[in-house]
C-alpha cells in the first residue's frame, strides 16, 4: 500500500492536489493534469490514507475515480489505477461487477509493463480472495482471452499473475472448460518449464484442475501433457510434484488414457510415481499412490507395478502415514491384489498381518473399505487360509461387528465374509465368536439394512454357514428375523434375491428347530406361489425341493 501511495503522492507533488507536496512552479505543471483526473487522484489519495480503518470498497464515486485514471491518455494515471485495484484486491469482500471488470481488462491489455503487472495482480486476488462470484464474473466479462494472451508474457510476475488467476478460476466444471476452449492449454504447458518455480508451480495447479473434466483430459493428452508431469514429477518441488501427481492419477481414471500415461518412457510413468512413494511429503505419497491404484484397474500395470518394486514402499506406508495416506495405499494394493500373480508377492511380503492391525483400528472406515476388498480378492484367488492364520479375518469381524460402520464399509466387509466363509475352518470362526453374534447380526442385516448390497451379502454368508450343523439354540434365537429376511428375499423381484433364500431354506431345513418353526409359518405359502409364478424353471424347482424338505 506504501507504493500505491508514494505514486499517488508523486501525481499530487506535479499536479498541486495537496499543497505539503508542491515543490514546483504550478503553471508549469498544473497543465499535465486535467481537472477530473486532478480531482480523481485526489479522491483515491483519500481514499486510501483511510482504508487501513475501514473495510475496502468501491462505491460509484470511486469507480468512477478509477475509470477516469484508466481511461487517460496520461500513462502515469493508468498505472496508478491498476496499483489501487492491486491494494483495494486484498482486502475486498463484497463481490466485484462488470463495472469492475471494466478499468481491470483494460489495464490488463496496457502497454505498459508495470500497469499490466498491478492489474493482473488485483484480479488474481479478485478470484482467490474475494467474494466467491467473483470467479463466474470474471469469466463472463471475458477475462480468459487476455488472461491466457498474458500467459506468453515476457515478464515473469505477469505470468505468474495471470498463470495463479487461471488456476483459481479452474475450480468450476464451466470454468475449466471454457479455458480449454480459450485454447488455455498450450501455453500454460509451455509455462511449466519456466524457470521460476512459482510459474511453473501455477501452471501445474492450472493443468491439475484442467484433468478433473473427460473431454478436457483427452486435449491435454493430445497437447503432450502426459510428458510434461512425467517430467515435472521429477521436480524437487512438493507442490509440483503433488499436482502431477494427481493430474496423473485424473488421467489414469479412464482406459483410453491409461494407455498413454504408461506407453510414455515404457513403464517409466510408474517407476516415478513408486519413486514418490518414499517422499517426505505426505500428501505426494498419497496422490502417488491414487495415480497408482487408478493405473492399476489394467492387468498389465497391475503386474507391472509389483514387478518394478512398488510393494515394498505401499507396506511402509501402510505401517506409518497419516489416515488418508494409509487408505490410498490400500486402495493401491487393493487393485493390485485383483492379478492371481501378485497373490503370493503380496502375502510374502506379510500385507495381511498389516490389514488385520488396520482392521483392529477405530473409525478408519474408507481403509477398512479396501481392506476388505483386497482380503475378498485373496480370499478368491484360495489364500483364506492364510486370511485365517494372519489375523485378518478377526479384524474384518471387528469391523463388521461395529453398528455404526457406514453402509459402503457394512457392503465391503459382507462382501469379504461372504467369499472367506466358503472356507470350512472361516465357518467355524465366524460361528463359535462371541456366542454367535457375528451369526445374529448377519440375520439382523439381511432382513433389515436399507442397502440391497448388504442384504445379499449378508444372506449369501448366511447360506454358507448354513451348510454347517447350525447349533438349535442359535437358530432359536434368531428365527423371528430369519423369517423376516426370508420373507422380505421371497417377495423380492430380483431372481437373485429369490434364489439365494431358497438356497438357504434347503440347508436350514437340516435342522429341526428350524423346520419347525418354518412349517408354523407364512414362508411355505410363499415357497409355493413360486411354482405357480413366471419364474424360471431353475427357481421352480428349487421350491419344490424346499417343499419336499419340509418333511
Given at each position: 500500500?506504501e507504493n500505491c501511495l ?243 492419477s485424473n488421467l489414469a ?54 514387478k518394478l518394486n512398488g ?241
Amino acid at each position: 500500500m506504501e507504493n500505491c501511495l508514494d505514486y499517488l503522492l508523486s501525481l499530487c507533488c506535479c499536479c498541486g492536489c495537496y499543497s505539503a507536496y508542491r515543490h514546483y512552479d504550478d503553471d508549469l505543471y498544473e497543465p499535465l493534469l486535467l481537472d477530473t483526473e486532478r480531482e480523481a487522484v485526489k479522491d483515491l489519495l483519500n481514499y486510501l490514507n483511510r482504508e487501513c480503518e475501514e473495510k475496502p470498497t468501491i462505491s460509484e464515486e470511486r469507480l468512477e475515480a478509477l475509470c477516469t485514471l484508466t481511461y487517460s491518455e496520461n500513462a502515469d494515471l493508468q498505472r496508478s489505477a491498476a496499483l489501487c485495484l492491486a491494494e483495494i484486491s486484498e482486502r475486498l469482500m463484497q463481490p466485484i461487477t462488470t463495472k469492475v471488470m471494466e478499468p481491470i481488462l483494460v489495464l490488463m491489455e496496457s502497454h505498459d509493463v508495470e500497469t499490466q503487472k498491478a492489474a493482473s495482480l488485483a484480479l488474481s486476488n479478485f478470484a482467490l480472495c474475494g467474494h466467491e462470484s467473483n470467479k463466474s464474473l470474471i469469466v463472463k466479462c471475458g477475462a480468459l482471452p487476455v488472461l491466457i494472451k498474458l500467459l506468453s508474457s515476457k515478464n515473469v510476475e505477469i505470468q505468474c499473475n495471470a498463470c495463479g488467476c487461471i488456476t483459481t478460476l479452474a475450480t468450476s466444471n464451466t470454468n475449466k472448460m471454457a479455458i480449454v476452449s480459450c485454447n488455455g492449454v498450450p501455453p500454460l504447458i509451455s509455462l511449466t518449464s519456466s524457470p521460476d518455480i512459482r510459474v511453473q508451480r501455477n501452471a501445474a495447479g492450472a493443468l491439475l484442475n484442467l484433468t478433473h473434466i473427460d473431454s478436457n483430459r483427452t486435449v491435454l493428452v493430445n497437447h503432450g501433457a502426459v510428458s510434461t508431469f512425467m517430467t515435472l514429477l521429477q521436480s524437487r518441488d512438493t507442490d509440483i510434484q503433488y499436482y502431477c501427481a494427481a493430474a496423473l492419477s485424473n488421467l489414469a481414471v479412464d482406459a483410453k488414457h491409461r494407455v498413454a500415461v504408461v506407453r510414455e518412457g515404457n513403464h517409466q510413468v510408474i517407476r516415478l510415481l513408486i519413486n514418490l512413494l518414499s517422499s517426505p511429503a505426505d500428501k505426494v505419497k498419497c496422490q502417488a499412490c491414487f495415480a497408482l491404484r487408478n493405473l492399476a484397474s489394467d492387468d498389465e500395470n497391475q503386474v507391472a507395478i509389483v514387478k518394478l518394486n512398488g510393494l515394498p514402499p505401499l507396506l511402509s506406508i501402510i505401517r506409518n502415514s497419516s489416515k488418508e495416506t494409509l487408505s490410498a495405499a490400500i486402495a493401491a494394493l487393493r487393485n493390485l491384489s485383483i492379478h492371481r500373480l501378485n497373490e503370493i508377492p503380496i502375502l510374502e511380503h506379510g500385507f495381511l498381518e498389516e490389514i488385520a492391525v488396520v482392521l483392529r483400528q477405530p473409525m478408519l472406515w474408507d481403509a477398512h473399505c479396501h481392506a476388505a476388498g483386497t482380503l475378498r480378492n485373496l480370499a478368491a484367488g484360495s489364500k483364506t487360509s492364510m486370511i485365517l492364520t494372519s489375523g485378518a479375518l478377526d479384524g474384518l469381524i471387528t469391523v463388521f461387528l461395529e453398528s455404526t460402520s457406514p453402509a459402503s464399509v457394512q457392503t465391503e466387509v459382507t462382501a469379504a465374509l461372504a467369499i472367506i466363509a466358503g472356507h470350512d475352518e472361516a465357518k467355524r470362526v465366524l460361528l463359535g465368536i462371541g456366542d454367535g453374534r457375528v451369526f445374529s447380526r448377519l440375520v439382523n442385516l439381511a432382513a433389515c439394512s436399507p442397502s440391497r448390497d448388504v442384504q445379499y451379502n449378508s444372506a449369501g454368508t448366511i447360506g454358507q454357514l448354513a451348510l454347517f450343523s447350525l447349533p438349535p439354540e442359535l437358530i432359536s434365537a434368531n428365527i423371528s428375523m430369519l423369517q423376516k429376511y426370508l420373507t422380505r428375499f421371497l417377495r423380492s423381484s430380483d431372481a437373485g434375491f429369490i434364489h439365494i433364500s431358497l438356497w438357504t431354506i434347503v440347508h436350514l431345513l437340516k435342522s429341526e428347530a428350524f423346520r419347525t418353526a418354518f412349517g408354523e409359518s407364512s414362508l411355505p405359502k410363499l415357497v409355493d406361489t413360486i411354482l405357480t409364478s413366471s419364474h424360471s424353471a431353475q427357481l421352480k424347482q428349487l421350491a419344490q425341493t424346499v417343499l419336499d424338505n419340509m418333511g
